[in-house]
């Protein structure tokens, strides 16, 4: 399988952008879906992520009540809407899958090499 973010972009404080990973090469339906983003200078952080069938969802604090993940097996795609944009949200986003849907993979606590397949990343920048 492989990934392709999109829809990042630059946006003021308080906005709103939809992100978007899109799959070619096999279907979703049975793979979890990470997002994580990296800042300049930081790690890669897990942000959000969604079970194959849709039924569980992730967040990490910091993006709770403001993001939301989505996806459209029909479409092979997923989508992470972001509300409430603030600077500190400014980063490259990645969306990933990892080899089952453990509770680790879902709960974005496992080792990054645990997420097998990567999507190249699309760009956030969150203006003050």
């Not at 989508?79 to 993979?105: H, R």
């Not at 997420?115 to 699309?122: A, D």
Request: proline content about 2%; charged content about 15%.
């Amino acid at each position: 399988v492989q990934l392709q973010a999109s829809g990042g972009g630059l946006v003021q404080s308080g906005g709103s952008l939809t992100l978007s990973c899109a799959a070619s090469g096999d279907n979703l339906d049975s793979r979890a879906i990470a997002w994580f983003r990296q800042a300049p200078g930081k790690q890669r952080e897990g942000v959000s992520c969604i079970s194959g069938n849709g039924v569980s969802t992730y967040y990490t604090e910091s993006v709770k009540g403001r993001f939301t993940i989505s996806r459209d097996n029909a479409k092979n795609t997923v989508y992470l809407q972001m509300t409430n944009l603030k600077p500190d949200d400014t980063a490259v986003y990645y969306c990933a899958t990892g080899w089952t849907q453990s509770i680790e993979i879902l709960t974005l606590t496992a080792p990054l090499d645990e997420y097998h397949t990567w999507g190249k990343g699309t760009q956030v920048t969150v203006s003050s």
